[in-house]
């Protein structure tokens, strides 16, 4: 781990208990990066204050709260104690602790199924395996019905429930306490606005940790998408999707030819100056822009959606080495292909831009025509597909970065493949 964590402890505790405890939560976190490297960057924001508490771990928020009784305890009997921080810290990169819910008990519950459908997914053990069994029916449950998992969902299927089902179901999720959870209405006002303290800081780190997921983790990114993707802004989306990656390779530029072979001579396999591994990769490529053209896609939101996607690329510097903007319309097949390389050409292209289609919605033919290409040597940069995401999505993972802009009243029920982003637009 990278000693970025903050460990507290109270004036209270002993010395050499002190060192166990943080041994041992370091050990917890090498143990959580290692299997999942997305979460050194939220572990290492984590305020961790370790004491004597009522409760096993809990969160407001802000710190992570753990009874140092229970750790050593839980470490004694060679129990994993790595879901005491992660439990707590997905609590905090969800927002749960600054939601406001009708039925706070619901509403908690909810959380934890939220929390645990990821944790089991990602394989952090917790209870025996007719336990995890059960849970696993509740995460189907709420996905047949819903179609998503995401908090909303969750709580929507737990108020359907009587009262003794649900407590049932909490003796399965339940692991931390949230009586530290921000109650309904309790918020404050600073300089005229209201406000809710580390929420803010927490979106900015679900945002981060919702960029650095790739394919696999498909519960975590539609779970992380409701807080990063839907609250923040579509342009900081798209940059971040941009963002150019160094490519391995020799990059002659960058070292003294001449000392370089002056060092091989002289000492055999030695340079005297090693050469740099990576550069910047500068050969073109294409962000591909696909909209849907089925019936429920009106004009102004499309050229409002094109306009932003322009800026962004114009801002990331792509015409520096010759990348363009393609936009591809399609409903159930695809019916036009443009590119742009300039703001000329795509000040031209919107003046008498129009949606062609308006029949059924199915988004295979753009990426069936894409990985044909990539097949064939061409780059592709990556795929931005608009669309209200009712339709027919690809079961292959393309070569390809893929990431689906959602509006429409549907958007957050829709559940988007595993290996593309999900950003949901107002």
């Not at 000040?347 to 290409?373: A, C, I, N, Q, Y």
Request: net charge negative.
């Amino acid at each position: 781990m990278n000693g970025r964590n903050r460990f507290s402890f109270s004036e209270s505790a002993d010395e050499s208990a002190a060192s166990l405890v943080g041994e041992i939560l370091r050990s917890a976190q090498n143990g959580i990066c290692a299997s999942h490297g997305f979460f050194s960057y939220p572990l290492g924001k984590l305020d961790i204050r370790v004491g004597e508490y009522p409760y096993p771990v809990a969160t407001d928020g802000t710190s992570l709260f753990a009874d140092e009784e229970n750790l050593v305890s839980l470490f004694s009997r060679g129990e994993d104690v790595s879901l005491l921080l992660l439990h707590p810290l997905l609590h905090c990169l969800f927002l749960h602790p600054f939601r406001e819910a009708e039925d706070r008990e619901i509403f908690s519950l909810a959380a934890d199924v939220c929390v645990f459908c990821a944790t089991d997914e990602m394989g952090f053990p917790y209870g025996d395996y007719r336990e995890k069994e059960k849970r696993k029916a509740v995460y189907k449950a709420i996905i047949d019905r819903y179609d998503v998992m995401n908090d909303r969902s969750a709580e929507k299927y737990l108020s359907l429930l009587e009262e003794g089902e649900r407590k049932a179901l909490a003796s399965l999720f339940t692991l931390c306490d949230h009586s530290l959870w921000k109650k309904t209405g309790e918020k404050k006002k600073e300089a005229g606005k209201e406000v809710c303290d580390g929420e803010e800081f927490w979106m900015r780190i679900a945002l981060q940790t919702f960029s650095a997921l790739g394919g696999e983790e498909g519960t975590l990114k539609e779970l992380l998408s409701v807080c990063a993707g839907k609250r923040m802004n579509y342009l900081t989306f798209l940059r971040r999707f941009l963002k150019r990656k160094e490519r391995k390779g020799l990059s002659a530029d960058e070292f003294d030819l001449n000392y370089y072979v002056f060092g091989l001579s002289l000492y055999g396999n030695l340079p005297l100056i090693e050469n740099t591994e990576t550069k910047d990769d500068k050969r073109a490529e294409d962000l591909v822009v696909a909209i849907d053209t089925s019936g429920s896609t009106k004009g102004k939101p499309v050229r409002v959606f094109l306009e932003e996607t322009r800026s962004v690329v114009e801002q990331t510097g792509a015409e520096e080495f010759g990348s363009g903007l393609r936009i591809i319309q399609c409903d159930d097949r695809v019916r036009s292909d443009t590119t742009v390389r300039t703001r000329r050409q795509f000040d031209g292209l919107m003046e008498s831009f129009t949606l062609v289609g308006g029949g059924g919605t199915d988004f295979r033919p753009v990426f069936d025509l894409l990985e044909k290409e990539a097949r064939a040597g061409k780059r592709i940069r990556g795929l931005v597909y608009f669309t209200d995401g009712v339709g027919v999505f690809p079961k292959r993972v393309p070569p390809f970065p893929t990431a689906f802009v959602l509006f429409g009243k549907q958007k957050d029920r829709i559940a988007v493949p595993k290996f593309a982003y999900k950003l949901s637009l107002e």
